[in-house]
């Protein structure tokens, strides 16, 4: 491993910024630590906090070898600061300021809208792990314990690299937001966390791999939009950020795809051929395709709001400010400025749905989203190939952007997963095939028992093809004292 890309593991916090030579800023997140070791003890996963987990921490930011794995106490994991190497004669890739030198300090006029994006990106990091906080106690098998606590301590990590640029770029203002970090809740009703989704409950095991499929994508989306930010420090954070978000979705996908391939054997078993005759296929002790389809609907949408209104003014600026790119900016080949440029935006307008092209600055928003839809639509299909190999005729489908929308174009209005729009009468009628009832949720929960021993799996999710850094079948993932 090059120097470049080591870590230095001497001091309190593991890091590759040179904290030894940064006194302010190591104070800073001396001061700190210990509010967040407490944040997580009381916050953290609940139950687990002795025990010996089988974790990768990051020993380099190198593309090769980053991980070393072994088993650890969460409280005692190594959080540290880490970003992607320095790239030689960087320069803003887009906006305004196109092709002057990537910035290393932040300039007074992009102050405040620079800490808003960093406070945003920094709150949805500890809310994640608030919202799993109960849910190792009913794990169906090790391996999937290790992994919640794999994206647990992952997302405190990101939370400590959000924090770390605002200490290091907004002396007190960013002290105070770190710890404001710290005093937010998800679900709390007098300091909720910033962003709808990060407040809703993660109650079951379905719920916590359909979050990490969906929600975590949308932290992918935007962690890949600030990677191209031509504040270098931001750039630089987010690419190593990006590495660590690829296990989060590949939790999500592999946990749904296992419970979609558990419950086409479990049919096949006991020769069911319709997967829409629920009572039988709940009597076998699995969870029934139209339930699965339902939280589908319902995570899409949910994430769908995090992108925000689809026409917006702040997207726009902190582009033209060259803050916060497009997915894959780097591999787009327009003039990277789109002052010329429009968009398609799909709208609501006198009742009825069209199709409108908008100033591609204003639609930066949509566009993520439809980044991430398409993204989205490649593991969905992943989960149909299973279904197709069983035989079994029923595909998981993603419901129209317009389903169930709190946020943008669509808030005021009821649609169906169609698309079709209906009146409040109907969708009163029709939410509830559509949207998981309180019958369904019972139902999940009713399977929620936990499978402690070694290489066993509770009866509705199929095993893992290969085991974490391809340990055996009945590795012991998580020793619990
Ligand atoms: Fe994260
Ligand atoms: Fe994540």
Same mark, same amino acid.
């Given at each position: 491993?090059?120097?470049?890309?080591?870590?230095?593991?001497?001091?309190?916090?593991?890091?590759?910024?040179?904290?030894?030579?940064?006194?302010?800023v190591?104070?800073?997140?001396?001061?700190?630590?210990? $509010?967040?070791?407490?944040?997580?003890?009381?916050?953290?996963?609940?139950?687990?906090?002795?025990?010996?987990?089988?974790?990768?921490?990051?020993?380099g930011?190198?593309?090769?070898g980053?991980?070393?794995?072994?088993?650890?106490?969460?409280?005692?994991?190594?959080?540290?600061?880490?970003?992607?190497?320095?790239?030689?004669g960087?320069?803003?890739?887009?906006?305004?300021?196109?092709?002057?030198?990537?910035?290393?300090?932040?300039?007074?006029?992009?102050?405040?809208?620079?800490?808003?994006?960093?406070?945003?990106?920094?709150?949805?990091?500890?809310?994640?792990?608030?919202?799993?906080?109960?849910?190792?106690?009913?794990?169906?098998?090790?391996?999937?314990?290790?992994?919640?606590?794999?994206?647990?301590?992952?997302?405190?990590?990101?939370?400590?690299?959000?924090?770390?640029?605002?200490?290091?770029?907004?002396?007190?203002?960013?002290?105070?937001?770190?710890?404001?970090?710290?005093?937010?809740?998800?679900?709390?009703?007098?300091?909720?966390?910033?962003?709808?989704?990060?407040?809703?409950?993660?109650?079951?095991?379905?719920?916590?791999?359909?979050?990490?499929?969906?929600?975590?994508?949308? $932290?992918?989306?935007q962690?890949?939009?600030?990677?191209?930010?031509?504040?270098?420090?931001?750039?630089?954070?987010?690419?190593?950020?990006?590495?660590?978000?690829?296990?989060?979705?590949?939790?999500?996908?592999?946990?749904?795809?296992?419970?979609?391939?558990?419950?086409?054997?479990?049919?096949?078993?006991?020769?069911?051929?319709?997967?829409?005759?629920?009572?039988?296929?709940?009597?076998?002790?699995?969870i029934?395709?139209?339930?699965?389809?339902?939280?589908?609907?319902?995570?899409?949408?949910?994430?769908?709001?995090?992108?925000?209104?689809?026409?917006?003014?702040?997207?726009?600026?902190?582009?033209?400010?060259?803050?916060?790119?497009?997915?894959?900016?780097?591999?787009?080949?327009?003039?990277?400025?789109?002052?010329?440029?429009?968009?398609?935006?799909?709208?609501?307008?006198?009742?009825?749905?069209?199709?409108?092209?908008?100033?591609?600055?204003?639609?930066?928003?949509?566009?993520?989203?439809?980044?991430?839809?398409?993204?989205?639509?490649? $593991?969905?299909?992943?989960?149909?190939?299973?279904?197709?190999?069983?035989?079994?005729?029923?595909?998981?489908?993603?419901?129209?952007?317009?389903?169930?929308?709190?946020?943008?174009?669509?808030?005021?209005?009821?649609?169906?997963t169609?698309?079709?729009?209906?009146?409040?009468a109907?969708?009163?009628?029709?939410?509830?095939?559509?949207?998981?009832?309180?019958d369904d949720?019972?139902?999940?929960?009713?399977?929620?028992?936990?499978?402690?021993?070694?290489?066993?799996?509770? $009866?509705?999710?199929?095993?893992?093809?290969?085991?974490?850094?391809?340990?055996?079948?009945?590795?012991?993932?998580?020793?619990?004292?």
């Amino acid at each position: 491993m090059s120097e470049a890309t080591m870590v230095d593991y001497d001091g309190l916090i593991p890091n590759n910024v040179g904290l030894n030579q940064d006194a302010r800023v190591r104070r800073a997140l001396e001061t700190w630590h210990p $509010g967040y070791i407490d944040w997580w003890k009381t916050m953290g996963p609940e139950g687990f906090q002795d025990a010996l987990v089988y974790l990768r921490t990051a020993v380099g930011v190198g593309a090769e070898g980053w991980a070393r794995f072994d088993y650890v106490k969460m409280p005692e994991y190594r959080w540290g600061i880490l970003l992607a190497p320095q790239v030689e004669g960087r320069t803003i890739p887009f906006g305004a300021h196109k092709g002057q030198p990537a910035l290393q300090e932040v300039p007074g006029e992009y102050r405040a809208m620079l800490r808003r994006l960093l406070v945003i990106q920094g709150d949805t990091e500890p809310a994640s792990v608030e919202q799993q906080r109960h849910i190792g106690a009913t794990a169906p098998s090790q391996y999937d314990l290790r992994n919640l606590f794999q994206v647990n301590v992952e997302e405190g990590r990101h939370l400590w690299a959000m924090v770390y640029l605002l200490q290091k770029y907004f002396g007190r203002d960013g002290r105070e937001e770190a710890e404001e970090l710290l005093r937010r809740h998800s679900g709390d009703p007098d300091s909720p966390r910033m962003l709808g989704a990060f407040n809703e409950a993660t109650p079951d095991w379905l719920s916590f791999f359909m979050f990490t499929f969906f929600t975590d994508r949308d $932290g992918k989306m935007q962690l890949a939009a600030l990677a191209q930010s031509g504040f270098d420090p931001l750039s630089r954070t987010c690419r190593f950020m990006l590495t660590e978000e690829a296990h989060h979705m590949f939790v999500g996908e592999t946990g749904v795809q296992r419970i979609i391939q558990r419950t086409c054997e479990a049919m096949r078993d006991a020769g069911i051929d319709d997967p829409t005759d629920i009572p039988r296929v709940r009597a076998l002790g699995v969870i029934d395709l139209p339930t699965i389809q339902k939280k589908v609907n319902l995570h899409f949408s949910l994430t769908l709001d995090l992108f925000g209104s689809e026409i917006s003014t702040n997207a726009a600026n902190a582009f033209n400010a060259g803050l916060k790119g497009r997915y894959r900016e780097d591999r787009l080949t327009d003039d990277h400025q789109l002052l010329q440029d429009t968009y398609p935006v799909l709208r609501l307008k006198d009742g009825a749905m069209v199709q409108e092209d908008v100033p591609a600055l204003s639609s930066l928003n949509m566009r993520l989203r439809d980044d991430f839809v398409a993204d989205t639509a490649q $593991g969905i299909a992943r989960w149909n190939r299973v279904l197709e190999r069983a035989g079994v005729e029923f595909r998981i489908h993603l419901p129209h952007v317009a389903f169930n929308r709190r946020i943008g174009e669509f808030a005021a209005a009821h649609a169906d997963t169609e698309g079709n729009l209906l009146d409040s009468a109907v969708w009163q009628a029709r939410s509830n095939t559509m949207l998981p009832t309180d019958d369904d949720y019972r139902y999940v929960e009713s399977l929620m028992l936990p499978v402690r021993e070694r290489g066993a799996y509770a $009866g509705w999710i199929a095993p893992p093809r290969i085991g974490i850094d391809n340990k055996p079948g009945d590795f012991e993932y998580v020793r619990i004292e």
